[in-house]
């Protein structure tokens, strides 16, 4: 396909943090069998089908200094102005010197400025054709930490829509958002759905058993508090391969323990976007509730309840054990906040997985939960999709399109607080594990709905949008 056979993915992040672009990489090269550059940042690796695959080539560019990155407040106006300008070059210089010529460049938008700039100026001086793929809008991101009547917004909007304009081809990830751009923007794109490849499914058993021994360590120490989760298990040295606090292994059988913690994952970025103190507030009142519910003394210590939990004791409703991945600014402070907690029945653990182990433990909980709100309130969140992949059930916050992705009483549940999160949560895991009707009907949506794959939707809506763009180079 194309004269040259080749295609560059351009993303201004981690393109270990961008699994959407590393999807793009993938079928490019299996499905449109082309040549591959990624131009990108390091920092996370990216999947080992990427690494593994010959067709496809990484190019990690230089980040903007750190050291640059603690000047004085006074100074950070001209950081603004700086910052775009280093990546503008760095962008140039990849993308002109670095790599062959491509027959056509895919760009993430967001970040907009100098990225869209930058990949316009390469497209014109290789000879080369550019296909935008719209997650969200930029200057939306911008507005939640300079305000939506910052000159910079207006002036970043101004580029995002200028140069988006001189694409040659787009792509999009709600309806919402190619109504936008549509009606707004006078560009016209192609609405491609967020799928999961086929390394999303439900876990096995033997999956599950073996990721939470690898997990074992990080779930049995909770940076040095003790809590419902890591009670008796602290300071046990070397782990045992035979149990973990799920599951257990009796010969070459291995089974669930009748009264592990019910799994709830949540996948975050830790940005302003996201509130995680609504997952907070939400676990306090399940705590709460719980114990009033089952008529608890408040006076009851906490290790008299472990005890029994460890020992094998079954309560109407279970621990819940919350695991946050991912990595971001605000990660430190919630931590901060969660070591204050001090709850009965509730834990939590923040860490970073493997793109490998990432899909085990979506295909090992019992529930999803998302705090995306969205700046725009016109994309989605990636991180639902995988998990409906792994036939995980979801809990999202409400917002205007979230309805195109989280279909309530199918594939999962939507709230607006707190408090609507804690009633949910009780719902759904009243007699868990055996008899929670409810968690298990949503299970089963999100299995049935989880079928669909990326490449069945790339096949269908990017390729002949890049097969048509690509020929315009040809003849």
């Excluded at 950070?76 to 280093?86: G, R």
């Excluded at 719980?290 to 004791?313: F, R, T």
């Excluded at 695991?323 to 430190?332: D, F, M, W, Y």
């Amino acid at each position: 396909m194309g004269k040259r056979g080749r295609a560059c993915v351009v993303v201004l992040g981690d393109i270990g943090r961008s699994p959407r672009m590393q999807y793009h990489a993938l079928s490019l090269a299996r499905q449109a069998s082309l040549q591959v550059d990624i131009v990108a940042y390091g920092g996370s690796e990216p999947h080992m089908a990427l690494r593994e695959n010959r067709s496809i080539h990484i190019h990690k560019m230089k980040q903007w200094p750190t050291i640059l990155q603690g000047l004085p407040k006074m100074l950070k106006p001209c950081m603004l102005l700086l910052k775009p300008l280093w990546q503008f070059l760095m962008l140039l210089w990849y993308l002109c010197v670095k790599i062959p010529a491509p027959d056509v460049f895919i760009v993430q938008n967001p970040p907009s400025v100098p990225t869209l700039v930058a990949v316009k100026w390469a497209s014109w001086l290789r000879n080369a054709k550019f296909i935008v793929d719209w997650h969200n809008f930029g200057y939306t991101l911008l507005a939640l930490s300079l305000g939506r009547n910052s000159r910079f917004v207006t002036v970043y909007r101004w580029f995002e829509k200028h140069y988006g304009k001189m694409a040659h081809g787009s792509l999009c990830v709600t309806r919402a958002m190619q109504h936008e751009l549509a009606q707004n923007w006078g560009i016209k794109a192609a609405v491609l759905y967020d799928q999961p490849p086929e390394f999303f499914h439900p876990a096995s058993l033997e999956e599950k058993h073996k990721l939470f021994c690898r997990l074992d360590k990080l779930i049995s120490e909770s940076q040095g508090v003790c809590d419902c989760a890591s009670y008796g298990t602290m300071g046990m040295g070397s782990p045992n391969l035979n149990e973990t606090v799920f599951t257990t292994m009796v010969g070459d059988d291995i089974f669930l323990k009748p009264n592990r913690p019910a799994l709830v994952v949540s996948s975050t970025s830790w940005t302003p976007d996201e509130d995680f103190g609504i997952l907070l507030e939400a676990a306090v009142m399940y705590d709460r509730r719980v114990g009033a519910i089952l008529n608890e003394d408040d006076s009851i210590v906490e290790e008299v309840l472990w005890n029994e939990m460890s020992a094998g004791k079954q309560y109407l409703y279970p621990r819940l054990l919350f695991i946050i991945t991912g990595k971001g600014p605000e990660r430190e402070k919630y931590e901060e906040k969660i070591r204050r907690l001090h709850l009965k029945r509730v834990a939590f653990r923040t860490m970073w997985l493997s793109a490998e182990d990432y899909p085990l433990l979506l295909g090992s909980a019992d529930l999803g939960v998302c705090l995306h709100t969205s700046s725009s309130g016109l994309d989605l969140p990636m991180k639902v999709v995988d998990m409906i992949g792994c036939g995980l059930p979801v809990c999202a916050v409400a917002y205007s399109c979230i309805k195109e992705l989280v279909k309530v009483e199918k594939n999962g549940l939507l709230f607006s607080s707190p408090s609507e999160l804690a009633d949910e949560l009780l719902m759904l895991f009243k007699s868990f594990p055996d008899e929670c009707d409810a968690l298990k009907l949503l299970r089963n949506g999100a299995l049935e709905m989880g079928s669909s794959r990326w490449a069945n939707e790339w096949e269908e809506h990017a390729k002949p949008i890049i097969f048509e763009v690509i020929s315009q180079n040809l003849g």
